[in-house]
């Protein structure tokens, strides 16, 4: 079974709703804690070291539990849309 263009265009558009909002309660978060000033002081410090310092610390990140736990989220959320809607 197919879905019709007008079904995908409205599913992928409400997952990138649900991602905007999950991104905006994310930079809240970080305002709202002052963790912003440290967060783009450690982005410059990753940006003079160069890609390797970067990519360590994408991999760092992504395997904390700050950032596992949404991920987490996410991807159930994409599993559930995929068999709702588009299987």
Do not use: D
């Amino acid at each position: 079974m197919h879905m019709s263009n007008l079904k995908l265009k409205r599913v992928l558009m409400i997952s990138l709703i649900v991602l905007g909002v999950i991104g905006c309660l994310l930079l809240s978060y970080l305002a709202a804690t002052g963790a912003w000033g440290w967060t783009v002081t450690t982005i410059e410090s990753l940006i003079t070291q160069g890609p390797a310092a970067i990519i360590s610390a994408i991999l760092a990140v992504l395997f904390s539990y700050y950032c596992l736990i949404p991920l987490v989220i996410i991807v159930l959320y994409l599993i559930f849309v995929y068999f709702v809607y588009i299987r």
